[in-house]
């Protein structure tokens, strides 16, 4: 087990500057459940499920490392098939703005009536948080836990092209998360008098059981 997190963290490894500002109207934790109440109360007061349905949900923590939760942007698909996003910022100097509607990239359009939806109850802060416990759980010793940086719900949508739809379980709802570490004793890299803060992000997957899985 150990071997197979050294080597995600060898393949994810990424450099941040330690002189980061600090972030004004602090937001919740990621990884607490007034992060995730936050989520599931911003889509269900602002998405009207009579006029949209929602394949994706992707809540983000702001500054690297923060752990505070920044924005949440839904993915959104009308009766004519066009996919949209909408952003809802939810902490920082810009909380409460709401970005226009933007064409979703990387999604043909789909067929309304084929898609599922995501609904905000299906947010369940209580299960999210046993997730991330049990995510914690499997980071070593030597390992010490920083943020959660985001955490993603989505269904699999067709794409209209049953050559391209082999081998995906379309319909299905598939989750993720994201969890960013440090290796104690190591976090310090330097160079010609630059300082950088070195982590390591780890992506486990939840399973239909609402188990939490590392990924490979």
């Not at 810009?94 to 309304?112: H, I, Y």
């Not at 082999?166 to 630059?194: L, Q």
């Not at 939840?206 to 990924?215: F, N, T």
């Amino acid at each position: 087990m150990i071997k197979q997190i050294r080597s995600l963290f060898v393949a994810a490894v990424a450099a941040l500057c330690c002189s980061c500002g600090a972030v004004g109207n602090s937001g919740p934790k990621m990884d607490t459940p007034e992060a995730t109440a936050l989520v599931a109360q911003t889509v269900k007061k602002n998405i009207d499920l009579a006029q949209w349905k929602i394949y994706r949900i992707l809540w983000q923590e702001g500054e690297e490392l923060g752990n505070e939760l920044l924005r949440v942007t839904v993915y959104l698909v009308n009766e004519a098939g066009d996919c949209f996003t909408q952003t809802f910022t939810l902490s920082g100097p810009a909380k409460g703005n709401v970005s226009d509607l933007r064409e979703a990239t990387g999604q043909n359009r789909v067929d309304f009536e084929k898609v599922h939806g995501i609904s905000p109850e299906r947010i369940d802060p209580a299960a999210v948080q046993k997730q991330y416990e049990e995510a914690k759980a499997t980071i070593p010793d030597n390992y010490t836990f920083q943020s959660v940086s985001s955490y993603d719900i989505a269904e699999v949508l067709s794409s209209g092209v049953e050559l391209f739809d082999r081998g995906k379980n379309v319909g299905a709802i598939e989750t993720s998360f994201d969890v960013n570490v440090t290796e104690n004793g190591k976090e310090m890299v330097e160079s010609a008098g630059k300082k950088s803060l070195q982590y390591y992000q780890i992506q486990f997957n939840v399973q239909p059981d609402g188990s939490v899985e590392m990924e490979d």
